[in-house]
Nanobody, 125 residues
Framework: QVQLVESGGGLVQAGGSLRLSCVAS????????MGWYRQAPGKRRELVAR???????????SVKGRFTISRDISRDNTKDTVYLQMNSLKPEDTAVYYC???????????????WGRGTQVTVSS
């Protein structure tokens, strides 16, 4: 199992910046990639950015050039942390941001989708 703990959300004015963090613990060596999704009121959850184990990154078009995702694995392989640096924030970035870390257990050929509880980001105009 993988546990995800997010932090870094808050209220910021348009044009400001925030940095989200998500720490994964548990079976981190089974994590295939880590990412951030967001869900605004009345809208579907959407991908913001994700990064895999070899550093391949994907961004939503709406955040390209403004958001940066990065990842760090502790030397003892007990924690895997993904960051989302959000600059030039816009009111339309307001949403609950969720950390996502799918895992694959090869011995059992089992995929598991793991989600954090979410952190609120509010951008005022």
């Amino acid at each position: 199992q993988v546990q995800l703990v997010e932090s870094g959300g808050g209220l910021v004015q348009a044009g400001g910046s925030l940095r989200l963090s998500c720490v994964a613990s548990g079976s981190i060596l089974s994590i295939t990639h880590m990412g951030w999704y967001r869900q605004a009121p009345g809208k579907r959850r959407e991908l913001v950015a994700r990064i895999n184990s070899v550093g391949l990154i994907e961004y939503a078009d709406s955040v390209k050039g403004r958001f940066t995702i990065s990842r760090d694995i502790s030397r003892d392989n007990t924690k895997d942390t993904v960051y989302l640096q959000m600059n030039s924030l816009k009111p339309e970035d307001t949403a609950v941001y969720y950390c996502n870390a799918p895992t694959y257990y090869s011995d059992y050929d089992v995929w598991t989708d793991n989600w954090g509880r979410g952190t609120q980001v509010t951008v005022s105009s």
